[in-house]
């Protein structure tokens, strides 16, 4: 039975930031993962607030959206929460793979949909598209490829498009690691970049799906744009998302380097609670199951695709601890009328509520565990992907509760 | 047939997967070959269209090499390795398997006896006429280094050896079939270590796991090998722990045996299993180190096998490592060797198991260490074959850096339980055969 200064319950962005933020205190700690926590399936770019118009700035935007918006989860921490959680987080990606926001606003990017989205940080890798004009664009697909339709992608962008052959692969199905890995070796990317040039007609930016390698995608990029001499950027595709993947690997890497320990493929089985506080947890590894204790723990499980929360016929659960869950009152009222209701549906506000320290509170707006704090979307009263602010409340919430608990 | 030699009855749920595709992200099969489609597809996706009475048509799912990564970054908890291997099992029943497969996954039957000559089959098995003809008959590729046998066995020499005054607590050794015939080194520093904490090893009776026929999908084969170490090992250990050194054989023992294999008794039996460097960890942690490290100051890379994330224990050799002084020791940031145990050795799987490891030899020669250290035979022969450096398994480099009072005395021990087990008669018949090895080519 191992003992840890604090537990954080869930491997995505946010439990990853508290876990490091802990690390970085000094703390002892301890990370359990559902898998692989969902980065892979986000994780393209750092959104704050995607609502807020391009033209405006971040920081007046978001101040002004927390006094309308008491209860969402920025205004637990506040602008400058906010601000010194995601320098933390640029922090971790130094050049040449960094992270950066191109002026005091939102930047719009090309996705893999061919529409333009809302960001505040982008990787290296896709800074260019921000500064794309449809004329002078030439959106590049691989055949074989099938997360990422060039033709379609660059019919919406009104660019021209290319779906180019690759060396060594024919028709088959190739998988967007599979892309990366080869793009990380020189002489396949320098092929490409070649095939690439070939096709150009005076364009000065290549769009290409962001598989551009995920050992060294800086030097990915530079080989690309000295071959071809345009500006390349990457596009977000379908899941496995390579980007998502490269910062989990900058974490776990930064993580083990500095001592913390890994729980990766069995969930939480079990939490062991006295006198309103969690003493430890059990993780079921079958036949097996473990008990790890800690003084603090962090719950940061997402919402229902990271299995945070869980919808039953008639209600929606917290598994882990069953901590109360804020919740449409019937399953009636879960959804809107229709799918794609600019409005988001009811169930999406759905999530823990907190009190100033990222405890969670029942309705009456008493603690419940006094040495629990959550974070990321697991909180409730944000519409992360109608707001565009998933990468946000993850960074901010991750690194807030891992410095309320450590304080605790 | 009594009720545990049923096939397990297929339970699992293939729509829980959410087809998120992380797994997409981790397995290092589908991301160097088109030719496997990955974890997902071969997985839950192909589940949803088998049926028990219809012939198996996945080709391509002999390609999996069971390395488990897929279930552990699975954020849906889909028992994909699972569904893969009983798949596979099932294509390989109606298939058939080759003499290879069967002959290789029985290694723990010749291998006593080629330790027994292995002053005549390493030789031989170095030879390239030998290698092409294993190549021509049997594909086992020539490319591949074959591991060397050692004699005196680990169980021998075990048996042969001048143990320490006991005493101690008893711990059980569960060794491997590797580290009997072909890594003796490593049980003896097993032993060594455990001994120096103050315990007294026991080396029950044992037999191989079973992994490998998992490997070949012969789900009868790996219960039947399961079964008599059960048995065996309950009988013998009953209110004992047991560590294993090979984190393959561990994984086999402590979570196949029963959620997999249905074993009476396998329960019971996980309770007491523990990783040699998981154990060592724990009595450091409870503040019974007994013992000191001197100052190692080399630069090693660990390398986490795929086998020891599947058992969920964190990385305990590297917290361990981390414990000796002058050590500058960190991880080699890879997913997997691809040596996939047997299956790099199959020639039609060489070159998979070759671009596999490609990633991991250029992580080695980004971090230049002076040792490798990983905790399983497969990734040490894999990564000595395409590094060319010294790896070791974690507690060799743990036994190294003891402080402890007759070393040399202990060294000279060892040489003289060497020598003691070759007879003037054995000698010759060797040094014989070596002569008639020369003329060949």
């Known amino acids: 039975m191992k003992r840890f200064d604090l537990i954080v319950i869930g491997i995505g962005l946010a439990g990853l930031t508290a876990a490091r933020t802990a690390i970085g205190m000094g703390a002892k700690v ?110 590049v697909g691989f055949r074989g490829f099938k997360d990422f339709q060039g033709d379609t992608v660059s019919l919406h962008l009104k660019c021209r498009g290319v779906t180019l052959s690759l060396p060594r692969y024919g028709l088959e199905g190739l998988s967007a690691p599979a892309l990366a890995r080869l793009m990380d070796e020189t002489s396949f990317r320098e092929r490409v970049g070649e095939s690439i040039r070939q096709q150009m007609a005076g364009e000065r930016f290549i769009g290409l799906p962001a598989v551009l390698g995920l050992r060294e995608p800086a030097a990915v990029l530079k080989t690309l744009e000295s071959v071809t001499g345009a500006r390349v950027f990457e596009i977000p595709v379908l899941p496995p998302s390579i980007p998502g993947t490269r910062i989990f690997h900058r974490f776990r890497e930064e993580l083990i380097a500095k001592g913390a320990d890994f729980r990766m493929g069995h969930p939480v089985s079990g939490v062991m609670v006295k006198d309103g506080r969690c003493e430890g947890i059990n993780i079921q590894n079958p036949p097996l199951v473990a008990e790890y204790r800690a003084d603090r723990f962090i719950l940061a499980t997402g919402r229902f695709l990271g299995g945070g929360l869980w919808a039953e016929m008639d209600r929606i659960i917290e598994p882990v601890f069953g901590i109360p869950v804020f919740q449409p009152e019937e399953r009636g009222k879960w959804f809107g009328e229709r799918f794609f209701d600019p409005e988001a549906h009811p169930i999406h506000r759905a999530g823990v509520v907190t009190d100033a320290d990222l405890r969670p509170v029942d309705a009456a707006g008493r603690v419940v565990l006094a040495n629990v704090r959550a974070a990321g979307s697991i909180l409730a009263h944000h519409q992360a992907i109608e707001e565009k602010s998933r990468e946000g409340i993850d960074i901010a919430t991750g690194f807030l509760a891992a410095k309320r608990a450590l304080a605790s | 047939m009594t009720k545990e030699e049923k096939p397990a009855p297929f339970t699992k749920f293939p729509d829980i997967c959410v087809r998120c595709a992380t797994c997409m992200a981790a397995c290092p099969v589908s991301r160097v070959t088109p030719r496997f489609p990955g974890p997902k597809q071969a997985g839950p996706g192909a589940q949803r269209f088998r049926s028990a009475a219809e012939a198996s048509v996945d080709d391509w799912i002999d390609l999996c090499t069971g390395c488990r990564i897929c279930d552990t970054v699975c954020p849906a908890g889909v028992p994909i390795s699972e569904m893969n291997l009983l798949a596979k099992a099932k294509y390989l029943d109606e298939r058939g398997r080759s003499f290879r497969d069967w002959l290789l996954v029985r290694s723990d039957l010749f291998g006593e006896i080629a330790a027994r000559y292995s002053k005549l089959v390493n030789p031989l098995m170095k030879k390239k006429a030998v290698r092409w003809l294993l190549d021509a008959l049997l594909r086992i590729d020539r490319r591949r280094d074959l591991p060397a046998y050692e004699y005196p066995t680990f169980r021998r020499w075990f048996r042969t050896r001048q143990a320490p005054e006991g005493g101690g607590p008893v711990v059980a050794y569960f060794y491997g079939c590797f580290t009997n015939t072909n890594e003796t080194d490593v049980g003896k520093a097993v032993v060594e270590v455990l001994e120096a904490h103050g315990l007294t090893v026991v080396v029950p009776p044992q037999r191989c796991c079973g992994i490998p026929r998992l490997g070949v999908g012969d789900l009868r084969g790996a219960r039947k090998m399961g079964r008599r170490n059960v048995d065996s090992l309950l009988r013998t250990v009953r209110g004992l722990d047991i560590v294993f050194s090979s984190t393959s054989c561990g994984l086999m023992l402590r979570h196949e045996y029963g959620p997999l294999l249905h074993i009476t008794g396998a329960e019971e039996l996980a309770q007491h299993l523990f990783d040699i460097c998981e154990y060592l960890l724990r009595l450091h942690e409870v503040g019974k180190p007994a013992v000191t490290f001197r100052s190692i100051p080399i630069k090693a890379a660990y390398f986490a096998p795929c086998h020891l994330r599947s058992l969920d224990m964190g990385l305990p050799a590297l917290e361990l490592l981390r414990l000796v002084p002058g050590l500058d020791v960190s991880l080699i940031e890879a997913e997997c060797c691809g040596l996939g145990g047997l299956y790099g050795f199959k020639r039609e799987k060489f070159a998979i198991a070759e671009e596999i490891g490609k990633d991991l030899k250029e992580a080695v020669a980004r971090m230049k260490p002076d040792i490798i250290l990983t905790d399983c035979e497969g990734c040490r022969m894999q990564i000595r074959h395409m590094t060319g450096l010294k790896v070791l398994h974690p507690v060799q480099l743990l036994r190294d850096s003891l402080e402890r009072r007759g070393t040399a005395q202990q060294k000279g021990l060892l040489k003289r339980a060497g020598q003691a087990c070759k007879s003037k008669n054995v000698r010759l018949v060797i040094s014989c055969v070596r002569r008639v090895c020369l003329f060949l080519p």
Do not use: C, K
């Open chain 1, 30 to 139: 301890l990370i359990v993962g559902r898998g692989m926590g969902a980065l892979t399936l986000f994780g393209n770019t750092v959104d704050l607030l995607g609502e807020i118009p391009p033209e405006t700035d971040i920081a007046e935007g978001i101040t002004r959206w927390i006094a309308a918006h008491p209860e969402h989860p920025y205004a637990r921490t506040g602008w400058e929460g906010i601000e010194s959680a995601i320098a933390a987080f640029r922090g971790l990606f130094p050049p040449p793979y960094d992270f950066t926001a191109s002026g005091q606003g939102n930047v719009l990017l090309p996705t893999g949909a061919g529409t333009m989205r809302p960001t505040w940080l982008t990787p290296v890798t896709m800074a260019a598209g921000a500064a794309m004009t449809p004329a002078e664009t030439l959106i």
